[in-house]
């Protein structure tokens, strides 16, 4: 049995797995799409379909979601399909999903952007095993699973910013990126961050940056039609203010010391989610770490622009990756 391992693109640190096998795939790989676990689900919550039914079509994941996701155990366990009921009991989370099943009724948009984006991924990683692809919800809890073989995202967190139910519940700067345009990014970047671990020292802040500076290196190759600021899930004033203090940010990161000095609260001060990164400015957006990393990469590509995704994401040396970049913002 291969360990499987639940994967929360909302936390800082993540969690690794063993990745092995390899599967033939085409250009456009009907497998990929996404399968609406979701859908069937709320059908069955509804009366509209058998837990015999929904089991057959989804053990292994109805297994992960029941034990992982909401908590109520695998579906063998005793009494587990009135666990499922009873959890979709409340109102307000009854509410949330009848909402979520309209919001998302036409998913083509996200199966359009995203089969391609991982059938590249698979070509420039031969080694990682090819994913079922799903849709979940877990009552604004678990976003993103990801075990040895199945990829799954939680829709109800992308319902857009002004929705209501979102209202007191997540801070302004987190509801920017609870929208349908996040869906394909955080797919992606949940695969990746959890078939390609982060291994450094979490503490130093130039480990962290480049780190994910590679994923969203990664990512602008997937996805090659959206803005830049995208890929850092910024807006576009956001990544305009980076741009005018790209030298700002960068002589004091250097100014401070904090680019080598192992600080775990400092480093998460450029790497957390939060209004804004509380050691540069109060005008600056948050998680300008990733920013920085993601210009440092590109200014490495730029001078090396043999090296392949593979190569990139397998660089050890953040240091000599630095030194190699050039990067010196001006």
């Known amino acids: 049995m291969m360990n499987r391992k639940i994967f929360f693109l909302f936390i800082l640190y993540f969690l690794c797995f063993s990745c092995t096998g390899r ?6 790989n009907p497998e990929l ?60 989370l ?13 998913f083509s948009f996200v199966d359009k952007e995203l089969n391609p984006a991982l059938v590249m991924l698979l070509k420039e990683f ?5 994913p079922s692809v799903y849709a979940h919800v877990s009552g604004l809890n678990q976003n993103v699973v990801v075990t040895d073989d199945i990829l799954s995202l939680s829709l109800d967190k992308y ?13 302004d700067y987190q509801l920017r990126n609870m929208t349908p345009d996040r869906i394909v990014p955080d797919y992606l970047l949940g695969f990746m961050m959890a078939n390609f671990p982060f291994k450094g020292l979490s503490e130093v802040l130039l480990e962290r940056m480049l780190y994910e500076g590679k994923l969203r290196y990664v990512l602008s190759r997937l996805l090659p039609d959206r803005n830049s600021w995208e890929y850092i899930a910024y807006t576009k004033e956001q990544d305009t203010w980076c741009r005018k203090n790209e030298s700002r940010i960068w002589k004091s990161i250097l100014k401070n010391d904090h680019l080598y000095t192992p600080d775990y609260m400092t480093t998460a001060r450029y790497m957390n989610e939060a ?26 590509i730029k001078k090396h622009p043999e090296t392949s995704l593979s190569d990139l994401v397998n660089i050890k040396d953040a240091q000599q990756l630095l030194k190699e970049s050039g990067y010196k913002p001006q």
Request: charged share 25%; aromatic share 18%.
């Open 23 to 28: 599967k033939v795939f085409s250009e456009e």
């Open 33 to 92: 799409n996404v399968r609406r676990f979701d859908i069937d689900l709320y059908k069955y919550l509804n009366k509209q379909s058998t837990g015999e039914s929904l089991s057959v079509q989804y053990k292994t994941f109805l297994d992960i979601y029941g034990e992982q996701v909401i908590g109520i155990g695998k579906t063998d366990s005793v009494g587990f399909y009135e666990r499922l009921g009873t959890f979709f009991s409340d109102s307000m």
């Open 94 to 106: 009854m509410s949330l999903y009848k909402d979520q099943q309209s919001r998302f009724e036409n």
């Open 126 to 130: 031969p080694a990682l095993k090819q």
């Open 159 to 171: 319902m857009g910013a002004d929705y209501k139910f979102y209202q007191g519940y997540f801070y």
């Open 275 to 300: 209004p804004y990164t509380t050691v540069i400015s109060p005008e600056s957006p948050g998680r300008i770490g990733v920013w920085v990393g993601f210009q440092i990469v590109k200014s490495y």
